[in-house]
């Protein structure tokens, strides 16, 4: 399975540096994604043969093995999955945070082997339901599963939203639908993310890039996971994230968000 489409609302974080944060700071409110605006797609990852039969999943940095028999593998520390083929050309999967469930979803390869459809729902902490559907089209590769993917097409029926809140020198950054909260002290020190659907030692650290720009990094582990550059507009009504998985530096994705 495509694993980023998974995680990413476990991993979305946000963090300001000593220039923006001051009274009345315009990085402070309430931002919602604008997908219109927004290129979630051009990244690939590869599915190739496994071990004693298993499907070897990589994705930059993240690589794991399973096999579609209804067992639970795990994809990254904290996270795992479960998977099971519906014939040759549908896996259901059921995925999991800290053993919890917290959502399903279905991949499903065209009779053509040219195309790859992926739809999840994640069922989130506050009680709402997101979908998300990917389109992928094969880069290398003849049929079947395996070969390298890449996403043409993403859609999400409900994002989330992000709010950042200034006081003095702290910032608090929260996801309402996944109760996800970090607050930061303005000193370079790392600030940890938490929220139900999060393991414990998920950290971001940051540095300023200028008083409109942030460069951020995402560590599990010790391992670094995502990086992003989050620059907020002249007007400060609208802040574009660029972003890209470790080992994935030549395949930015950009998120963009309108201040509400």
Request: with cysteine; net charge positive; proline share 5%.
């Amino acid at each position: 399975m495509k694993f980023t489409s998974v995680v990413i609302c476990y991993f979305l974080a946000m963090a300001l540096t000593a220039p923006a944060v001051a009274a009345n700071s315009p990085w402070s409110g309430t931002w919602k994604v604008d997908v219109a605006k927004s290129h979630a797609v051009g990244d690939t990852f590869t599915y190739s043969p496994g071990p004693n039969g298993a499907i070897h999943y990589s994705y930059g940095t993240i690589s794991y093995n399973y096999k579609c028999d209804g067992k639970m593998y795990v994809t990254v520390p904290g996270f795992s999955s479960t998977c099971k083929a519906k014939g040759d050309r549908i896996h259901d999967f059921a995925n999991y945070a800290n053993g919890k469930a917290t959502g399903s979803g279905e991949i499903t390869l065209s009779a053509d082997d040219k195309t790859m459809r992926s739809v999840f729902t994640n069922q989130r902490p506050d009680g709402s339901k997101e979908t998300t559907t990917t389109i992928n089209e094969r880069v290398s590769g003849t049929n079947g599963w395996f070969g390298t993917w890449k996403s043409t097409k993403f859609e999400d029926s409900s994002p989330a939203t992000m709010t950042l809140d200034v006081s003095g020198t702290t910032v608090t950054s929260t996801i309402p639908e996944y109760k996800q909260k970090m607050t930061l002290t303005i000193d370079g020190a790392p600030g940890e993310l938490t929220g139900p659907t999060l393991p414990r030692g998920v950290m971001a650290s940051w540095k300023s890039m200028g008083p409109n720009k942030v460069e951020q990094t995402i560590v599990y582990r010790g391992k670094p996971y995502n990086y992003d550059i989050f620059t907020l507009s002249a007007d400060g009504k609208t802040l574009t994230d660029v972003g890209w998985t470790a080992g994935k530096e030549n395949q930015k994705l950009t998120t963009v968000y309108d201040k509400q």
